[in-house]
Protein backbone atom coordinates (compact mmCIF):
# COMPACT_ATOMS: atom_id res chain seq x y z
CA UNK A 1 0.00 0.00 0.00
CA UNK A 2 2.61 2.05 0.46
CA UNK A 3 3.22 2.41 -3.22
CA UNK A 4 -0.03 3.01 -3.93
CA UNK A 5 0.11 6.24 -1.33
CA UNK A 6 3.10 7.39 -3.44
CA UNK A 7 1.33 6.86 -6.94
CA UNK A 8 -1.66 9.02 -5.50
CA UNK A 9 0.15 11.89 -3.49
CA UNK A 10 0.20 15.02 -5.07
CA UNK A 11 2.78 16.22 -3.03
CA UNK A 12 5.68 13.91 -2.99
CA UNK A 13 4.34 10.99 -5.60
CA UNK A 14 2.87 11.17 -8.84
CA UNK A 15 -0.30 12.53 -8.20
CA UNK A 16 -2.60 9.97 -9.64
CA UNK A 17 -6.60 9.73 -9.97
CA UNK A 18 -8.21 6.48 -7.62
CA UNK A 19 -9.44 5.79 -11.46
CA UNK A 20 -5.85 5.45 -12.54
CA UNK A 21 -5.06 2.72 -9.59
CA UNK A 22 -6.29 -1.60 -10.15
CA UNK A 23 -7.18 -1.66 -6.66
CA UNK A 24 -7.31 -5.66 -7.19
CA UNK A 25 -3.88 -6.08 -8.11
CA UNK A 26 -2.92 -3.88 -5.34
CA UNK A 27 -5.31 -5.76 -2.64
CA UNK A 28 -3.43 -9.05 -3.44
CA UNK A 29 0.19 -7.79 -3.47
CA UNK A 30 -1.21 -6.81 0.21
CA UNK A 31 -2.08 -10.10 0.81
CA UNK A 32 1.28 -11.28 -0.79
CA UNK A 33 3.29 -9.40 1.30
CA UNK A 34 1.26 -10.17 4.64
CA UNK A 35 1.74 -14.00 4.36
CA UNK A 36 3.06 -15.40 7.31
CA UNK A 37 6.24 -18.04 7.07
CA UNK A 38 8.48 -20.07 9.35
CA UNK A 39 11.72 -18.87 10.32
CA UNK A 40 14.51 -21.45 12.24
CA UNK A 41 16.26 -19.90 14.58
CA UNK A 42 18.99 -21.09 16.57
CA UNK A 43 17.61 -19.83 20.15
CA UNK A 44 21.41 -18.33 20.84
CA UNK A 45 23.97 -16.83 18.69
CA UNK A 46 28.25 -17.23 19.80
CA UNK A 47 30.77 -15.97 17.61
CA UNK A 48 32.28 -19.46 18.00
CA UNK A 49 31.18 -22.98 19.55
CA UNK A 50 31.76 -21.97 23.49
CA UNK A 51 31.86 -24.59 26.74
CA UNK A 52 31.57 -23.90 30.52
CA UNK A 53 29.29 -21.22 30.13
CA UNK A 54 27.10 -19.43 32.83
CA UNK A 55 24.10 -17.85 32.10
CA UNK A 56 22.03 -17.91 28.83
CA UNK A 57 24.17 -18.16 25.82
CA UNK A 58 24.12 -15.32 23.79
CA UNK A 59 22.28 -11.51 23.59
CA UNK A 60 19.10 -11.82 23.43
CA UNK A 61 16.93 -8.93 21.73
CA UNK A 62 14.88 -8.06 18.66
CA UNK A 63 17.11 -9.95 16.04
CA UNK A 64 17.25 -12.43 18.88
CA UNK A 65 14.52 -13.51 21.08
CA UNK A 66 14.69 -15.59 24.26
CA UNK A 67 13.00 -18.67 23.48
CA UNK A 68 9.53 -19.44 25.11
CA UNK A 69 8.22 -23.02 26.36
CA UNK A 70 5.84 -24.28 23.83
CA UNK A 71 7.64 -22.98 20.99
CA UNK A 72 8.85 -25.71 18.51
CA UNK A 73 12.08 -26.44 18.38
CA UNK A 74 14.65 -28.93 16.18
CA UNK A 75 17.28 -30.19 16.21
CA UNK A 76 19.66 -29.45 13.11
CA UNK A 77 22.75 -30.52 14.01
CA UNK A 78 24.77 -32.75 16.86
CA UNK A 79 28.65 -33.44 17.39
CA UNK A 80 29.19 -37.46 17.19
CA UNK A 81 30.30 -37.10 20.70
CA UNK A 82 27.94 -34.86 22.63
CA UNK A 83 28.64 -34.31 26.10
CA UNK A 84 26.44 -35.16 28.58
CA UNK A 85 25.58 -31.27 28.87
CA UNK A 86 24.04 -31.20 25.65
CA UNK A 87 21.32 -33.21 26.64
CA UNK A 88 17.86 -32.28 24.87
CA UNK A 89 15.58 -34.32 26.50
CA UNK A 90 15.86 -32.11 29.50
CA UNK A 91 14.15 -29.36 27.49
CA UNK A 92 11.50 -31.27 25.57
CA UNK A 93 13.12 -33.80 23.17
CA UNK A 94 12.87 -37.83 23.55
CA UNK A 95 16.20 -38.06 22.32
CA UNK A 96 18.88 -36.63 20.96
CA UNK A 97 18.25 -37.17 17.05
CA UNK A 98 19.32 -34.53 14.11
CA UNK A 99 16.33 -33.53 12.80
CA UNK A 100 13.63 -34.42 15.23
CA UNK A 101 11.08 -31.78 15.91
CA UNK A 102 9.51 -31.31 19.50
CA UNK A 103 7.76 -28.54 21.94
CA UNK A 104 10.14 -26.68 24.43
CA UNK A 105 8.77 -27.86 27.76
CA UNK A 106 11.72 -25.70 29.67
CA UNK A 107 14.24 -23.26 28.75
CA UNK A 108 17.70 -24.17 27.66
CA UNK A 109 18.83 -23.20 30.67
CA UNK A 110 18.15 -23.18 34.55
CA UNK A 111 19.24 -20.89 36.32
CA UNK A 112 23.00 -19.54 35.74
CA UNK A 113 23.66 -23.20 34.66
CA UNK A 114 23.42 -23.21 30.35
CA UNK A 115 23.13 -26.38 28.40
CA UNK A 116 26.08 -25.47 25.78
CA UNK A 117 23.79 -26.12 22.93
CA UNK A 118 26.51 -24.02 20.39
CA UNK A 119 28.89 -26.13 21.35
CA UNK A 120 28.29 -29.63 21.20
CA UNK A 121 24.89 -29.07 18.62
CA UNK A 122 22.59 -26.20 18.00
CA UNK A 123 18.96 -26.05 18.67
CA UNK A 124 16.73 -24.43 16.46
CA UNK A 125 13.43 -22.39 17.19
CA UNK A 126 10.73 -22.10 14.78
CA UNK A 127 9.07 -19.02 15.00
CA UNK A 128 6.17 -18.33 12.54
CA UNK A 129 6.61 -14.63 11.32
CA UNK A 130 3.67 -12.33 9.76
CA UNK A 131 4.59 -10.38 6.67
CA UNK A 132 7.07 -11.70 4.61
CA UNK A 133 7.99 -8.28 2.43
CA UNK A 134 8.31 -5.22 4.71
CA UNK A 135 9.33 -1.81 2.90
CA UNK A 136 11.05 0.49 5.35
CA UNK A 137 13.31 3.74 4.54
CA UNK A 138 12.83 7.03 3.29
CA UNK A 139 13.81 8.59 0.12
CA UNK A 140 14.45 12.22 -1.31
CA UNK A 141 11.78 13.71 -3.47
CA UNK A 142 14.12 14.87 -5.28
CA UNK A 143 15.00 11.19 -6.76
CA UNK A 144 13.04 10.14 -9.94
CA UNK A 145 9.75 8.74 -9.52
CA UNK A 146 10.97 5.44 -11.43
CA UNK A 147 13.91 4.65 -9.53
CA UNK A 148 11.55 5.01 -6.46
CA UNK A 149 8.80 2.62 -7.48
CA UNK A 150 11.82 -0.09 -8.76
CA UNK A 151 13.61 0.12 -4.88
CA UNK A 152 9.95 -0.52 -3.82
CA UNK A 153 9.50 -3.39 -5.88
CA UNK A 154 12.95 -5.06 -5.23
CA UNK A 155 11.64 -5.05 -1.38
CA UNK A 156 8.38 -7.37 -2.39
CA UNK A 157 10.59 -9.06 -5.34
CA UNK A 158 7.54 -7.49 -7.42
CA UNK A 159 6.78 -6.04 -10.40
CA UNK A 160 5.04 -2.51 -11.15
CA UNK A 161 3.46 -1.30 -14.20
CA UNK A 162 1.39 1.04 -16.25
CA UNK A 163 -0.74 -0.68 -18.83
CA UNK A 164 -4.42 0.09 -20.31
CA UNK A 165 -4.80 3.57 -18.26
CA UNK A 166 -3.81 1.59 -14.55
CA UNK A 167 -1.09 1.23 -12.47
CA UNK A 168 -0.91 -2.42 -11.50
CA UNK A 169 1.56 -4.51 -8.96
CA UNK A 170 2.58 -7.79 -8.29
CA UNK A 171 4.38 -9.18 -5.33
CA UNK A 172 7.20 -11.96 -5.93
CA UNK A 173 4.44 -14.95 -5.64
CA UNK A 174 3.69 -17.90 -7.59
CA UNK A 175 0.30 -17.87 -8.98
CA UNK A 176 -0.71 -21.48 -11.11
CA UNK A 177 -1.45 -20.48 -14.37
CA UNK A 178 -5.09 -20.25 -16.10
CA UNK A 179 -4.11 -19.85 -19.73
CA UNK A 180 -2.37 -22.17 -22.08
CA UNK A 181 -1.15 -21.21 -25.35
CA UNK A 182 -0.29 -23.58 -28.02
CA UNK A 183 0.82 -23.74 -31.88
CA UNK A 184 -3.17 -22.88 -32.75
CA UNK A 185 -2.34 -19.82 -31.07
CA UNK A 186 0.85 -18.66 -33.05
CA UNK A 187 0.33 -15.78 -35.68
CA UNK A 188 3.38 -15.16 -36.53
CA UNK A 189 6.74 -15.06 -34.63
CA UNK A 190 8.03 -17.02 -31.99
CA UNK A 191 11.48 -17.13 -31.21
CA UNK A 192 13.10 -18.88 -28.46
CA UNK A 193 16.45 -18.17 -26.20
CA UNK A 194 17.68 -21.07 -24.15
CA UNK A 195 20.95 -19.78 -22.58
CA UNK A 196 22.11 -16.29 -20.89
CA UNK A 197 25.63 -14.93 -22.31
CA UNK A 198 28.43 -16.26 -19.49
CA UNK A 199 28.90 -12.75 -18.24
CA UNK A 200 25.32 -12.50 -17.65
CA UNK A 201 24.72 -15.88 -16.08
CA UNK A 202 24.98 -15.54 -12.07
CA UNK A 203 25.48 -18.26 -9.51
CA UNK A 204 25.46 -15.70 -5.89
CA UNK A 205 23.75 -12.73 -5.06
CA UNK A 206 24.70 -10.36 -2.65
CA UNK A 207 23.89 -6.47 -2.40
CA UNK A 208 23.11 -4.06 0.60
CA UNK A 209 20.25 -2.76 2.85
CA UNK A 210 19.96 -0.74 5.89
CA UNK A 211 18.57 -1.87 9.32
CA UNK A 212 18.94 -0.60 13.07
CA UNK A 213 20.14 -4.05 13.53
CA UNK A 214 23.72 -1.66 12.03
CA UNK A 215 22.73 1.49 12.95
CA UNK A 216 21.17 2.18 9.77
CA UNK A 217 24.44 2.27 8.25
CA UNK A 218 24.78 0.68 4.42
CA UNK A 219 25.71 -2.50 5.08
CA UNK A 220 26.24 -5.76 2.46
CA UNK A 221 24.82 -9.19 3.28
CA UNK A 222 26.65 -12.20 2.55
CA UNK A 223 26.48 -14.04 -0.56
CA UNK A 224 23.16 -15.91 -1.67
CA UNK A 225 24.43 -18.96 -3.70
CA UNK A 226 23.43 -22.26 -4.93
CA UNK A 227 26.10 -24.80 -4.78
CA UNK A 228 24.92 -26.93 -8.37
CA UNK A 229 24.73 -22.94 -9.94
CA UNK A 230 28.42 -22.88 -9.69
CA UNK A 231 29.27 -26.29 -10.37
CA UNK A 232 27.00 -25.87 -13.50
CA UNK A 233 29.69 -23.23 -14.40
CA UNK A 234 32.49 -24.93 -13.91
CA UNK A 235 33.26 -23.87 -10.28
CA UNK A 236 33.57 -20.15 -11.53
CA UNK A 237 31.61 -18.03 -9.02
CA UNK A 238 30.13 -15.07 -10.51
CA UNK A 239 27.82 -12.76 -7.98
CA UNK A 240 25.44 -10.41 -9.03
CA UNK A 241 25.06 -7.35 -6.77
CA UNK A 242 21.54 -5.92 -5.97
CA UNK A 243 20.88 -2.79 -3.42
CA UNK A 244 17.86 -3.16 -1.24
CA UNK A 245 17.51 0.37 0.18
CA UNK A 246 14.11 -0.44 1.68
CA UNK A 247 14.87 -4.00 2.89
CA UNK A 248 15.56 -3.80 6.57
CA UNK A 249 16.05 -7.28 7.63
CA UNK A 250 18.80 -9.30 6.38
CA UNK A 251 16.71 -12.58 5.99
CA UNK A 252 14.20 -10.34 3.96
CA UNK A 253 17.32 -8.95 1.96
CA UNK A 254 18.82 -13.05 1.88
CA UNK A 255 14.80 -14.78 0.52
CA UNK A 256 14.73 -11.45 -1.74
CA UNK A 257 18.34 -12.43 -3.34
CA UNK A 258 17.39 -16.14 -3.42
CA UNK A 259 14.38 -15.29 -5.50
CA UNK A 260 16.74 -13.00 -7.66
CA UNK A 261 19.14 -15.70 -7.99
CA UNK A 262 16.40 -18.67 -8.70
CA UNK A 263 14.67 -16.13 -11.59
CA UNK A 264 17.78 -15.16 -13.07
CA UNK A 265 19.06 -19.20 -13.85
CA UNK A 266 15.36 -19.55 -15.02
CA UNK A 267 17.01 -19.07 -19.03
CA UNK A 268 14.48 -19.81 -21.31
CA UNK A 269 13.06 -17.04 -22.97
CA UNK A 270 10.11 -16.72 -26.04
CA UNK A 271 9.38 -13.83 -27.96
CA UNK A 272 6.55 -14.79 -29.84
CA UNK A 273 3.03 -12.86 -31.71
CA UNK A 274 0.56 -14.62 -30.42
CA UNK A 275 -3.99 -14.43 -31.42
CA UNK A 276 -6.58 -12.41 -29.32
CA UNK A 277 -6.41 -15.56 -26.44
CA UNK A 278 -3.30 -13.89 -25.05
CA UNK A 279 -5.87 -10.88 -23.78
CA UNK A 280 -6.75 -12.55 -21.03
CA UNK A 281 -3.51 -12.43 -19.73
CA UNK A 282 -1.02 -9.43 -18.33
CA UNK A 283 2.51 -8.58 -17.26
CA UNK A 284 3.70 -10.57 -14.53
CA UNK A 285 1.23 -13.02 -15.33
CA UNK A 286 2.09 -16.86 -15.74
CA UNK A 287 0.76 -18.95 -18.62
CA UNK A 288 1.04 -22.47 -19.74
CA UNK A 289 3.17 -22.94 -23.40
CA UNK A 290 2.83 -25.95 -25.06
CA UNK A 291 5.02 -26.85 -28.09
CA UNK A 292 5.86 -29.79 -29.61
CA UNK A 293 8.91 -28.16 -31.94
CA UNK A 294 10.56 -27.34 -28.44
CA UNK A 295 9.41 -30.40 -25.87
CA UNK A 296 7.06 -28.18 -23.72
CA UNK A 297 4.09 -29.51 -22.79
CA UNK A 298 2.27 -26.87 -19.93
CA UNK A 299 5.20 -25.39 -19.13
CA UNK A 300 4.81 -22.25 -17.12
CA UNK A 301 6.37 -18.94 -18.24
CA UNK A 302 6.10 -15.53 -16.91
CA UNK A 303 4.72 -12.41 -19.24
CA UNK A 304 7.52 -9.77 -18.81
CA UNK A 305 6.14 -7.44 -21.62
CA UNK A 306 2.76 -7.61 -23.42
CA UNK A 307 2.03 -5.18 -26.15
CA UNK A 308 -1.42 -5.03 -28.68
CA UNK A 309 -0.37 -4.12 -32.09
CA UNK A 310 -1.78 -4.98 -35.63
CA UNK A 311 -0.16 -7.68 -38.59
CA UNK A 312 -2.05 -7.67 -41.94
CA UNK A 313 -5.09 -5.93 -40.63
CA UNK A 314 -5.70 -8.48 -37.72
CA UNK A 315 -4.77 -8.01 -34.34
CA UNK A 316 -1.95 -9.79 -32.42
CA UNK A 317 -0.57 -9.25 -29.50
CA UNK A 318 3.49 -9.17 -28.95
CA UNK A 319 4.86 -11.36 -25.71
CA UNK A 320 8.18 -11.83 -23.97
CA UNK A 321 8.02 -14.57 -21.90
CA UNK A 322 10.40 -16.13 -19.18
CA UNK A 323 10.29 -19.45 -17.93
CA UNK A 324 9.60 -19.61 -14.08
CA UNK A 325 8.77 -22.50 -11.84
CA UNK A 326 6.89 -22.75 -8.13
CA UNK A 327 9.86 -23.45 -6.52
CA UNK A 328 11.45 -19.92 -7.60
CA UNK A 329 9.00 -18.48 -4.73
CA UNK A 330 10.03 -20.76 -1.99
CA UNK A 331 11.55 -19.85 1.17
CA UNK A 332 15.18 -20.58 2.29
CA UNK A 333 16.74 -23.11 4.29
CA UNK A 334 16.78 -20.67 7.37
CA UNK A 335 19.07 -22.57 8.97
CA UNK A 336 21.52 -22.50 6.56
CA UNK A 337 21.66 -18.68 6.23
CA UNK A 338 21.75 -17.20 10.35
CA UNK A 339 23.98 -14.65 10.43
CA UNK A 340 25.58 -13.28 13.09
CA UNK A 341 27.07 -9.37 13.08
CA UNK A 342 30.06 -10.53 11.91
CA UNK A 343 28.68 -11.80 9.28
CA UNK A 344 27.72 -7.98 7.69
CA UNK A 345 29.89 -5.94 6.35
CA UNK A 346 29.66 -2.15 6.64
CA UNK A 347 30.06 -0.11 3.48
CA UNK A 348 32.13 2.91 3.83
CA UNK A 349 31.86 5.80 1.60
CA UNK A 350 28.52 4.53 -0.29
CA UNK A 351 27.39 7.05 -2.13
Given amino acids: MIIRDFLKNPDFGLGESEDNIDNDSFNDAADACDETFTLSRPWSITEEPLTGL ?21 IRSLKEQATSDTDFTEVGATNNTVGEEFTLTAYPYTGNTSINLTGDGTLYINETKTGKYNANGAFLTSA ?65 FRSERTNNQTTQFPVISDSSFVAED ?10 FPYA ?10 RIALQKQRKQITISGEFGLKAMKIQIADVVNITNSRFNFSAKPFEVVDWVFSFKDREPIIKLVLRETAPDVYDDLVNEDVWFTNKDLKLVENWN
Fill in 248 to 257: SDVYQCARLA
Fill in 54 to 74: TGPIGTFNQNNPMPRIGDTAV
Fill in 144 to 208: PPAEILENLAASMAGTIWYSQGKWRVKAGKYVAPTVTLTEDDIRGEFTVSTKHPRRENYNGVTGT
Fill in 234 to 243: GGVENNLFIS
